[in-house]
C-alpha cells in the first residue's frame, strides 16, 4: 500500500511539473474537449480560454475557494465539490496537494485534470481587493490580428459602387478579416478591454463603413466587494439557472463527460468575444447580502433585422426576422444593419445556505416595432408581438453524494412552460450516474436560452437522458449516455411531430500521464423530411448517423506529442442512397523547452459522400481564434501552426493551411464561389502582454 501511495505521490508531482511547462497544453485540450461536442464551424470560447488561463495565471486555492469559484473551473461535478467542501469542515485545511486522494469522490484522473488550476496555500487570499489595489497590481493584452484566404472568390470581383449597392451578389470590402483587442485585467476581479473585429467582405473605412471596423465591443468590470460582488457597465453577459430564461454566451450540453449535465450559472461576467449577439449592452449589478444575492441588468442595443413599412398604416414599421450573423457584406446585409432596437432587463434572486441554492427571476424583452414574422405551420406558436417576460425559479441541493438541480419558466406571451430537473449520484467512488428529463412546450421561447436540449432550441421538446461513468481500473474508464426526445410539434424541415434517440459509449485507456486512448461510437437517430415527397403531404423518416471513432494521444518525450484519430460516419434514410465518410488526421506538436518557438502540424485525409456526411475536427491556432472545420468530399488537408516568444513579453502566431479536393473542379456557390480545386486560410497574429 505505501508503494502505491508513493507511486502516485510521484504521478502528481510530475503532473505538476508538466504543468507548468505546457501551461497552454491544458487549455488548449479542454477548449478542444468542449468545441468538438458542437460540430460546428462558427463558435467562439474566448470566455472558456480567458478562465481557465487567469487560473492558470492565478491558481484557486483549495482551502479558500467557494463553491462558486470551483463551479466556474468547470472541470469538477456538485458531488465532488461538496467532498472536497466537507473534507475541509470535518479535518481542517488542506496542507498538502497530495492530499486530494484522500477524497472518496476524486480518482487520480480528476486530479490531474485540474492540478494546473489550483493550488493548496495556508496563506489565505485577500477575499475583497480594492479597486486601487487592483488598478496597481493588474496585467496588460494588446492583441492584433489578421486572417485571409488568398483564393479569390466571386463576391470580390472588381465591381462598380453602383453595381454593388443594386446587387447582392458583390462584397463591400475586401476578403480579409481584421481583429484588435486592448484588454487590462486583475486576476477575475477586474477587466477593462476594447474589441474591434471586421469580417471578411465587410468594408473598412469607406463605403458604408466610415468608422473602420464594422463590430466593436467595450466593458468595464469590477468584483470583489463584500455587498457590491460585481459591476458591469458596456458589454456584458448574464446567465440564470440552466438556461431555460436567460443565458447569453455559449453553453454546452451533450458531451462524453456525461456527469456534467448541469449548467454551472455565473450571474454576471465580461464580455470580450466577437459574436455579435450573445451578449448584452448596458449596466448591471450584483449584490449580496449575509446568505441572500441579488443581480439586477438593463440592456439596450442596435440588432439587425429585416425591417418592413406596414403599408396600410403610414409610417408604422414590423420587423420579419432577426439576423444574428454579424455579417454586413452584401446590399442586402448592410440594409439590415442595426434596424431594430433591443431591450432587456430583470433581474435575479439567489439564496444560499450551504449545500442548498434557490433562485427566482424576471426577465423584460421588448423592441421598437412589431415581431411579425410570416406565419409558417412549424412557427405558428412562435413569439410575435413587441414584448414578453420571462419568469424562471430554479434550485440546487447536495447531500451525500446526490445532487438535484431544476428549473421551471414561464413566457408570457403564450403562457407556456419549460420544466427541466436534474440529477446527479454518485453510486461509488469508481461510477457516477446522470439523469435528466426536459419537457419544453411548443410555445414557450425567449431569445435568449440555452437549456439542455437535443435541437439547439428549448422550445417544442420533452427528453429523458441517462448517462454513467464507471473507473472499471486504474487505467480504463467508461462513459456512455443513451438519450431519448420527441417534438410535439412541427419544426423547421420536419413536417410532422417526431421523436429519435441518441447514445454513445466510449471507453478509454489511460494507463499513464504520456498515453490516452480512447474509442467513440455515436448513433443519432432524428426525425427529417423525406426527400421523395409525392406533391401532396410531405412524410418524414427517421435518419440514422453513426459515427465510429479512434483517438490516440501520446507524449514521446517532453518536447514532442503525436496525436492521431481516424473516424467513420455512416448515414441512412429510406429516401436515398445510404452515404459514409472517412477521416484520418495526423498531429505533432513541438514545444522545446530550451527554444521560444511551438509548432504544430497536421496532415489529414477524409473521403466522404456529400455535405451531409460531413466530419468536423478541431485545429490548433492562435489564441482566442477557434477552428473546428467541416471535412467533406475528397481531398486531403495541413496546416502549420507557429508561435515565437520573444523578448519575453511579445508572442507571434502564424499559421498557414490548406485544403486540397481531389473530385472537385470548383468550391462553394454564389459569392463564396471559387474556381480550383484548392482552398487556403492565413492567420497572423501578435501579442504583447506586460
Not at 501551461?23 to 470566455?47: G, K
Not at 456525461?258 to 451578449?279: G, H
Not at 414584448?387 to 421551471?408: A, C, K, P
Request: aromatic share 16%.
Amino acid at each position: 500500500m505505501r508503494r502505491i501511495f508513493n507511486t502516485a505521490w510521484f504521478c502528481l508531482f510530475t503532473a505538476s511539473v508538466c504543468a507548468q511547462e505546457e501551461r497552454n497544453e491544458w487549455v488548449q485540450q479542454r477548449v478542444e474537449f468542449i468545441s468538438e461536442q458542437l460540430e460546428t464551424e462558427e463558435i467562439d470560447l474566448t470566455h472558456v480560454t480567458e478562465q481557465l488561463g487567469q487560473y492558470l495565471d492565478q491558481p484557486l486555492n483549495l482551502n479558500k475557494a467557494t463553491v462558486e469559484e470551483l463551479e466556474s473551473l468547470g472541470l469538477l461535478n456538485e458531488v465532488q465539490i461538496n467532498d472536497l467542501l466537507l473534507h475541509i469542515r470535518q479535518f481542517g485545511r488542506l496542507i498538502s496537494i497530495y492530499e486530494l486522494q484522500t477524497l472518496k469522490y476524486w480518482d487520480l484522473q480528476t486530479i490531474w485534470l485540474v492540478l494546473p488550476f489550483v493550488r493548496v496555500d495556508d496563506r489565505f487570499d485577500q477575499l475583497h481587493v480594492s479597486l486601487r489595489e487592483a488598478l496597481q497590481q493588474g496585467k496588460t493584452e494588446i492583441f492584433l490580428r489578421y486572417q485571409t484566404v488568398p483564393e479569390q472568390k466571386a463576391g470580390y470581383a472588381q465591381m462598380p459602387d453602383s453595381v454593388k449597392q443594386q446587387s447582392n451578389k458583390y462584397y463591400a470590402g475586401n476578403p480579409d478579416r481584421y481583429y484588435a483587442r486592448f484588454r487590462y485585467s486583475y486576476r477575475t476581479n477586474l477587466s477593462v478591454g476594447i474589441t474591434a473585429e471586421k469580417d471578411p467582405g465587410e468594408a473598412f473605412f469607406q463605403g458604408p463603413q466610415k468608422q473602420g471596423f464594422d463590430f466593436y465591443s467595450a466593458h468595464a468590470y469590477y468584483k470583489g466587494g463584500k455587498y457590491l460582488k460585481a459591476v458591469a457597465l458596456g458589454d456584458y453577459q448574464v446567465q440564470i439557472g440552466q438556461g431555460l430564461n436567460l443565458w447569453s454566451g455559449y453553453a454546452f450540453g451533450k458531451t462524453a463527460d456525461v456527469t456534467n449535465i448541469r449548467k454551472n450559472a455565473q450571474a454576471l461576467k465580461p464580455y470580450s468575444s466577437v459574436d455579435e449577439s450573445r451578449f448584452l449592452r448596458g449596466a448591471a449589478v450584483d449584490l449580496a447580502y449575509k446568505r441572500f444575492g441579488m443581480t439586477l441588468f438593463a440592456s439596450r442595443k442596435k440588432v439587425d433585422a429585416a425591417v418592413l413599412e406596414d403599408s396600410l398604416t403610414d409610417g408604422f414599421y414590423n420587423f420579419s426576422g432577426i439576423y444574428v450573423t454579424g455579417l454586413h457584406r452584401t446590399s442586402a446585409e448592410i440594409a439590415q444593419k442595426d434596424q431594430l432596437t433591443e431591450f432587456i432587463g430583470g433581474g435575479e434572486i439567489r439564496y444560499r445556505r450551504r449545500n442548498f441554492t434557490w433562485g427566482t427571476a424576471a426577465v423584460f424583452q421588448g423592441y421598437d416595432q412589431v415581431y411579425a414574422k410570416a406565419i409558417q405551420p412549424y412557427n405558428q406558436y412562435d413569439f410575435r408581438g413587441r414584448q414578453t417576460v420571462g419568469i424562471s425559479t430554479d434550485y440546487s441541493f447536495t447531500w451525500r453524494n446526490m445532487h438535484w438541480f431544476g428549473e421551471l419558466s414561464r413566457t408570457s406571451f403564450s403562457g407556456q412552460w419549460a420544466a427541466l430537473q436534474g440529477w446527479i449520484i454518485a453510486l461509488d467512488p469508481k461510477a457516477s450516474l446522470s439523469v435528466l428529463y426536459r419537457n419544453y412546450g411548443r410555445g414557450y421561447q425567449t431569445f435568449y436560452n440555452a437549456g439542455f436540449s437535443e435541437g439547439g432550441h428549448t422550445q417544442n421538446e420533452s427528453g429523458l437522458y441517462i448517462g454513467l461513468k464507471v473507473r472499471v481500473h486504474s487505467a480504463w474508464t467508461m462513459h456512455a449516455y443513451v438519450d431519448v426526445f420527441r417534438q410535439s410539434w412541427l419544426k423547421y424541415m420536419v413536417d410532422a411531430p417526431g421523436n429519435g434517440h441518441e447514445f454513445l459509449f466510449q471507453p478509454t485507456f489511460k494507463p499513464s500521464k504520456q498515453l490516452e486512448i480512447y474509442a467513440r461510437y455515436r448513433e443519432q437517430v432524428r426525425p427529417k423530411n423525406s426527400r421523395d415527397p409525392d406533391g401532396t403531404v410531405t412524410e418524414t423518416e427517421s435518419v440514422r448517423q453513426r459515427n465510429y471513432r479512434i483517438d490516440m494521444s501520446y507524449q514521446v518525450t517532453e518536447s514532442i506529442r503525436l496525436k492521431s484519430r481516424l473516424e467513420f460516419v455512416t448515414i441512412n434514410r429510406p429516401s436515398n442512397t445510404p452515404e459514409k465518410g472517412m477521416l484520418f488526421t495526423q498531429d505533432l506538436v513541438f514545444r522545446p523547452k530550451k527554444f521560444p518557438c511551438d509548432i504544430s502540424l497536421r496532415y489529414a485525409l477524409f473521403d466522404t459522400d456529400s455535405y451531409d456526411s460531413r466530419l468536423y475536427s478541431f485545429e490548433a491556432n492562435a489564441l482566442y481564434v477557434y477552428a473546428v472545420p467541416a471535412y467533406y468530399y475528397e481531398g486531403s488537408r495541413a496546416y502549420i501552426l507557429l508561435r515565437y516568444t520573444f523578448l519575453r513579453r511579445c508572442d507571434l502566431w502564424v499559421r498557414y493551411g490548406a485544403f486540397l479536393y481531389a473530385d472537385r473542379k470548383t468550391l462553394s456557390a454564389g459569392s463564396e464561389l471559387i474556381n480550383g480545386n484548392r482552398k487556403r486560410d492565413v492567420t497572423v497574429q501578435f501579442r504583447v502582454h506586460f
